[in-house]
């Protein structure tokens, strides 16, 4: 019985021997240095491309704001001619058809110091002004300016342009522009792209006096 008993206490210190020879050598094991910098250099490859991808698509988004507010104008517009026989000429008369709303807060078309970090959390006024043709949208992410009763090649238009703006969002933006003709109730709407060659402001507005626009 003592024999037996001796074997049994033999056999289960080297178990305990060899279990712990195991863990220290588990422990020994590691990430090389090579494996480590393999390891960064695929987060930063990973991050490289899922970055730009994540901002375009906010950025895409932040769009539909603006092609909201030139769709509702252009609307606007079109019930205001068929009413008047001419195209507003400012904030009030667009708005006798269709309210706005902006960010009434003070250097809100600011690129330096305005855009959505001034908007932001901020209640919206409604847009009005009779000698007023521009205003910042509620977040701050647009200035939306309109051009009524613009003659181009003998026709009568009525234009208006969503920049983007704001620090950060000005030059990254795209813009989106509308145009309506009176003469054949024509309405144009195009969205920029947000590729390098065409995103931020536009200086030139979208006429659609010629059937030939893109």
Known sequence: MKESSHQFSSFSLKQRLASLRNISQQDANGFTLVELIVVIMMIGILSSIAIPQFMSAANKAKQKEASTIVGSVLRAVGAYY???????????????????????????DSDTDGGAKVCKGKIPGLASGADSTSWVSPSGNYECRIAGEVASAGKTLFQITCDPN???????????????????STVL???????????GKQAVELDCATADTD
Do not use: H, M
């Open 166 to 184: 704001g620090s950060g969002y000005s030059g990254d933006g795209g813009a989106v522009q509308g145009c309506y003709n009176a003469s054949d």
């Open 189 to 199: 709407v195009k969205e920029w792209k947000l590729n390098n060659d065409e995103k």
């Open 82 to 108: 068929t009413e008047y026989g001419s195209t507003p000429e400012n904030i009030d008369e667009l708005t006798e058809f269709a309210r706005f709303q902006e960010c009434q807060v003070e250097d809100a």
